[in-house]
């Protein structure tokens, strides 16, 4: 131990007395007693000490460690916000530039640690990737990208009508966990899922039509992910919601493996007209289809009857197709298709195809 001769005077009572201490390796002032009068500031431990974030993403510092209050002291407010949620530090990127943050752990109202985080913010690039697709999968052409992003909002009209349980504005809440697909997804969508992040959504808000809604996912920290609902989770609770791997691991590390989330029903992002398609197995005696690429959850599909002269709801299976069991006559045909909030399109002249390549129609519901 390294020792720093010291003299600590003080007075009782008029009295001057004289005790001799020393200050070892850590900076602490140890009296003739081994008493510590005073500790020195420790270095707090951070799982990163040096970040690079894009404008307007976040990024997580871990602290490690037990503190009663942690703050933070911001070099450049205006490059970048930075909060404590818990043991972590969300750092996000507000313009291009560097700056630091001053890290300081207290214990008892006492600073007991403290340390600085480096951080560097990237421009935000001004290209963006497509989530875009042929006419092969009947996808969106302009967004939707792997990153979760891009959707438009609800216009008023639509925030503004009452579907329930279901009403845009309508926050749930559950727990998220993640999981691996390793078999065709319920609603049949696979194919959606090298362009969206996806999920499996729990049976109760699954069975209510939701298979194929875009939802938008928050965790207790605030951050977000958006996923198209492509399966459905069985042994969920209401209000539950099994993400994708990748898409849990955007928001939150695997080791969690629960967590507490909200989420609410958004804007799919695309641009293109929804799109039908037909079962192979397909034919004017018996018939089942899915209705893709809806901006809204499908309420309802039907088809016009020529022969009584009006429009017959089909029913839907839970594996997101609607089935006309006693077929629908010769093509081509006519269909009514209404979404959760009003909307209502009209499509003539779809013809059944059973190469299992959907068939575009003409319009998308209004956002």
Same mark, same amino acid.
């Given at each position: ?32 007693? @081994? *008493? =510590?009068?005073?500790? %020195?500031? !420790? $270095?707090? +431990?951070? &799982? ?7 404008? #307007? /993403? ?28 818990? @043991? *972590? =530090?969300?750092?996000? %990127?507000? !313009? $291009?530039? +560097?700056? &630091? ?7 008892? #109202? /006492? ?257």
């Amino acid at each position: 131990m390294k020792r720093v001769k010291r003299i600590i005077v003080s007075t009782i009572i008029g009295t001057m007395v004289v005790t001799s201490s020393f200050a070892n390796a850590n900076g602490e002032i140890i009296d003739s007693s @081994k *008493k =510590i009068l005073s500790k %020195g500031i !420790k $270095k707090i +431990k951070l &799982s990163k000490k040096t970040v690079k974030v894009t404008a #307007g /993403k976040k990024v997580k510092v871990k602290v490690k460690g037990k503190y009663g209050k942690i703050k933070l002291k911001i070099a450049k407010k205006k490059i970048v916000k930075a909060v404590v949620k818990g @043991k *972590k =530090i969300i750092i996000t %990127g507000k !313009k $291009k530039g +560097k700056s &630091s943050i001053v890290v300081k752990a207290y214990k008892n #109202g /006492k600073l007991y640690a403290k340390g600085k985080i480096k951080v560097t913010v990237k421009a935000k690039s001004s290209s963006q990737t497509s989530g875009g697709s042929n006419n092969s999968n009947g996808g969106s052409s302009n967004s939707g990208s792997s990153n979760g992003g891009g959707s438009t909002k609800p216009s008023s009209n639509t925030s503004s009508v009452d579907a329930g349980e279901y009403s845009i504005n309508k926050v749930h809440e559950g727990y998220a966990t993640y999981y691996d697909r390793v078999s065709t997804g319920a609603a049949n969508l696979d194919d959606y899922e090298g362009e969206y992040y996806t999920a499996a959504m729990n049976n109760y808000d699954y069975m209510n039509g939701l298979a194929g809604a875009y939802v938008e996912v928050t965790d207790k920290d605030g951050d977000k992910i958006k996923v198209l609902i492509t399966d459905r989770l069985p042994e969920g609770a209401k209000g539950d919601i099994d993400l994708s791997r990748k898409a849990f691991k955007k928001i939150e590390p695997e080791v969690t493996g629960k967590m507490k989330i909200k989420w609410k029903i958004i804007a799919f992002p695309t641009s293109d007209p929804i799109s039908f398609r037909w079962k192979p197995t397909s034919t004017p005696y018996w018939a089942e289809i899915q209705v893709r690429n809806g901006r809204y959850p499908i309420k309802s599909l039907e088809y016009y009857d020529k022969s009584k002269g009006k429009y017959v709801e089909l029913e839907r299976q839970e594996y997101n197709y609607f089935t006309a069991p006693s077929g629908m006559g010769n093509g081509p045909y006519k269909f009514k298709v209404k979404d959760f909030y009003g909307h209502t399109i009209i499509e003539n002249n779809i013809p059944i195809r059973t190469d299992d390549v959907p068939v575009k129609g003409s319009k998308n519901f209004d956002y």
